[in-house]
């Protein structure tokens, strides 16, 4: 669905503004605590997401992506979720450390999210009207009235055909693209200052994909909002992100604005998980595959959580956890924005 | 809508003719009812011919109940050996145990969630584990035990209630009888919502709820409860119909004159007009409260939808 020519209209990433930016998570640790030991989702992940800006995470299933998200949103599960440490600075704020009462109502006004599923994600009991009105009359205190007028409004702007006739329809009444416009609709409703998308179009049929994914781009350069796009379809990535956070094991292993990452990977897992790509000029050859599970997080490997699935292994990722290193040209100078969690980072950005 | 409510109707039509045949079959087996007139003395047999005559008695079964059938469309359901006729008996009976019906499915409904509520979205902690053996303890325990206890201590020792109801019924004095006859679905409420409400905590469109920024207060009763309830509806459909028909015992113990009693004599008297005349309006609420539960199924649900 990746169409190349398509990139010419991403806007350009913008410089980090003065001051603050507008999310940055520092050194996020989030467990589970279960019957069979504590799973460590996430382990030390740091990254910001500017206004305007838009952040693709990326990785396997069970990466952590979806639970760093969770955590910004503050509705992971608590128990058996726990946060042993780590800070979720929004506008300059710990979020962490906000009362439960004005966390919820940042939750919905100034911080969304598009979860994968629009069918379960929305109440199949409500009309599609109330659940979007639901966030003028909670945050706002319209009049039922008012906030089903806001609610047409809102579903004209995300291009549902007869808003006015349908917004008394209920959830299983609307095809897959149409729900997943209306979760879309239910989270820039009251204009955030940043959204979540969780895989928002992995639900979705490949044209509608695309089409979901434009309408997204667009409300997003419109109301100039942060974005971060959880996914692991790398072609979706191409299209609308400003840079790339990739996740392995519940850390981030490489860092880089978005078109670097697809010429010059930095870490083993990238080059990996660019190879897995269909590509039409080697057609009829087998398609590359990862070898190996992702890593079981209740009990990740010692060194490097992909050591044992990585072809280019050495003794010392057994034993040493990569930082994020910096990564420069051959000359040393910098490439910002650029990071890679690999012992031998120079070896495969350079060699 | 409407379609699907007269198809129903119409189904109840066989039900109804299959479940008072059934009825009338047994009653007929319980024994001789002109025996059972006489008591203990030895029937004079010209006498017996011409009462069996008079009731019908001498033709096949089928005529029987076809005769029967008949009158009951003619609004007569016979008359009691008392020389009563039985739709007078049903005029004093079935107000009484609608009442305590009523009081019985209040309880449930308003406790039982409640208490499911409240142990659903604290499952696992003291007060779901307390909960749980509570009503293990409840259902297993037999009604008439339940209702001798309660009677006993709350009646005849402590006195804060009239340990029976008096022959009017009225509502205060139906609590206590009310209370007995809805302990045990009680517990089958609670259990039900409580594994409705810890498996619905879980649900997309809840978190959805909470990414939304609603109150908790409104998370649950707006998104969580109206999915819940769906499962308890239909038990407690069901229970109006056994709640109706089922207060023999409690009835017995606290004796409310209403439809348990009534049915109570009529079996103990080989009665059958009375017999097969409550069974055969129960019969009717049974389908009744049914078509009601499905019908209140889709408006809970709006994913059902009959044509």
């Known amino acids: 669905m990746t169409s190349i020519d398509k990139t010419t209209n991403v806007p350009a990433p913008r410089a980090a503004s003065e001051g603050t930016p507008l999310l940055e998570v520092r050194d996020l640790h989030v467990e589970f605590h279960t019957r069979d030991g504590v799973a460590k989702a996430?382990?030390?992940?740091?990254?910001?997401?500017?206004?305007?800006?838009?952040?693709?995470?990326?990785?396997?299933?069970?990466?952590?992506?979806?639970?760093?998200?969770?955590?910004?949103m503050g509705i992971l599960d608590m128990p058996p979720g726990k946060i042993p440490s780590g800070e979720?600075?929004?506008?300059g704020q710990d979020l962490l450390k906000l009362p439960a009462d004005e966390y919820r109502k940042i939750r919905g006004s100034k911080i969304a999210m598009i979860f994968q599923d629009a069918l379960s994600s929305l109440n199949p009991v409500h009309t599609v009207g109330a659940q979007l009105g639901e966030m003028f009359r909670v945050h706002r205190g319209m009049s039922k009235k008012d906030s089903l007028a806001k609610a047409v409004e809102l579903m004209d702007r995300v291009k549902i055909p007869a808003a006015k006739a349908r917004v008394g329809d209920y959830p299983h009444q609307f095809s897959g693209g149409m729900r997943q416009r209306i979760m879309i609709a239910m989270a820039m409703a009251l204009e955030p200052d940043l959204i979540i998308a969780d895989e928002p179009t992995t639900a979705l049929d490949v044209t509608v994909q695309?089409?979901?994914?434009?309408?997204?781009a667009e409300l997003q350069r419109e109301m100039n909002m942060g974005l971060i796009l959880i996914t692991h379809d790398l072609g979706v990535v191409a299209d609308v992100a400003d840079k790339i956070a990739v996740m392995y094991g519940g850390?981030?292993?490489?860092?880089?604005?978005?078109?670097?990452?697809?010429?010059?990977?930095?870490?083993?897992?990238?080059?990996?998980?660019?190879?897995?790509?269909?590509?039409?000029?080697?057609?009829?050859?087998?398609?590359?595959?990862?070898?190996?599970?992702?890593?079981?997080?209740?009990?990740?490997?010692?060194?490097?959580?992909?050591?044992?699935?990585?072809?280019?292994?050495?003794?010392?990722?057994?034993?040493?956890?990569?930082?994020?290193?910096?990564?420069?040209?051959?000359?040393?100078?910098?490439?910002?924005?650029?990071?890679?969690?690999?012992?031998?980072?120079?070896?495969?950005?350079?060699? | 809508?409407?379609?699907?409510?007269?198809?129903?109707?119409?189904?109840?039509?066989?039900?109804?003719?299959?479940?008072?045949?059934?009825?009338?079959?047994?009653?007929?087996?319980?024994?001789?009812?002109?025996?059972?007139?006489?008591?203990?003395?030895?029937?004079?047999?010209?006498?017996a011919a011409r009462i069996r005559k008079d009731l019908y008695l001498d033709r096949p079964l089928w005529e029987q109940y076809l005769h029967y059938m008949g009158q009951i469309f003619q609004g007569d359901f016979g008359t009691a050996f008392n020389g009563q006729?039985?739709?007078?008996?049903?005029?004093?009976?079935?107000?009484?145990?609608?009442?305590?019906?009523?009081?019985?499915?209040?309880?449930?409904?308003?406790?039982?969630?409640t208490l499911g509520v409240v142990s659903g979205l604290r499952r696992g902690r003291t007060i779901d584990t307390t909960l749980l053996v509570l009503t293990l303890v409840v259902i297993s325990v037999p009604t008439f035990v339940t209702g001798y206890l309660l009677q006993y201590l709350l009646g005849v020792k402590w006195g804060w209630v009239r340990p029976t109801v008096s022959p009017d019924a009225p509502l205060n004095e139906l609590i206590l009888p009310g209370i007995v006859l809805a302990l045990v679905s009680l517990a089958y409420v609670t259990r039900l919502s409580r594994t409705s409400i810890a498996e619905n905590t879980k649900a997309d469109y809840v978190r959805t709820a909470v990414a939304k920024g609603l109150p908790r207060r409104r998370v649950i009763t707006r998104h969580l409860l109206r999915n819940s309830l769906i499962p308890v509806v239909t038990f407690i459909g069901t229970d109006i119909g056994a709640l109706m028909g089922g207060a023999i015992v409690t009835e017995r113990i606290f004796n409310i004159h209403g439809v348990g009693y009534q049915l109570y004599q009529g079996i103990l008297r080989n009665n059958s007009p009375t017999v097969v005349g409550f069974v055969t309006i129960l019969v009717i609420v049974f389908l009744l409260a049914n078509l009601l539960v499905d019908l209140l199924y889709a408006v809970l649900d709006p994913r059902i939808r009959y044509a």
Not at chain 2, 27 to 34: I, K, N, S
């Open chain 2, 1 to 47: 809508m409407g379609r699907y409510v007269i198809r129903r109707l119409l189904q109840m039509i066989p039900v109804f003719i299959g479940s008072t045949f059934l009825i009338f079959i047994m009653v007929y087996a319980l024994g001789d009812p002109v025996a059972a007139l006489f008591g203990d003395k030895a029937p004079d047999p010209a006498t």
């Open chain 1, 251 to 351: 850390r981030i292993v490489e860092t880089a604005p978005v078109h670097e990452i697809y010429k010059r990977p930095a870490h083993p897992y990238t080059r990996g998980l660019l190879d897995s790509i269909p590509r039409l000029d080697l057609k009829g050859q087998e398609l590359y595959a990862i070898k190996g599970l992702p890593p079981n997080l209740l009990n990740i490997p010692s060194g490097c959580a992909f050591n044992p699935r990585c072809p280019k292994a050495q003794d010392v990722c057994r034993t040493d956890v990569p930082v994020l290193h910096r990564v420069t040209e051959q000359d040393g100078t910098e490439l910002p924005g650029r990071g890679s969690a690999c012992h031998f980072w120079k070896e495969q950005i350079h060699g």
């Open chain 2, 85 to 113: 006729p039985v739709t007078e008996l049903m005029a004093s009976a079935f107000p009484v145990t609608l009442r305590l019906t009523l009081v019985a499915i209040t309880i449930e409904i308003v406790v039982g969630i």
């Open chain 1, 42 to 72: 996430v382990n030390g992940v740091s990254y910001s997401v500017d206004a305007g800006e838009t952040l693709a995470v990326l990785g396997e299933s069970g990466s952590g992506k979806s639970v760093t998200a969770q955590a910004i």
């Open chain 1, 88 to 91: 979720i600075l929004f506008q």
């Open chain 1, 210 to 216: 695309a089409q979901v994914m434009d309408l997204l």
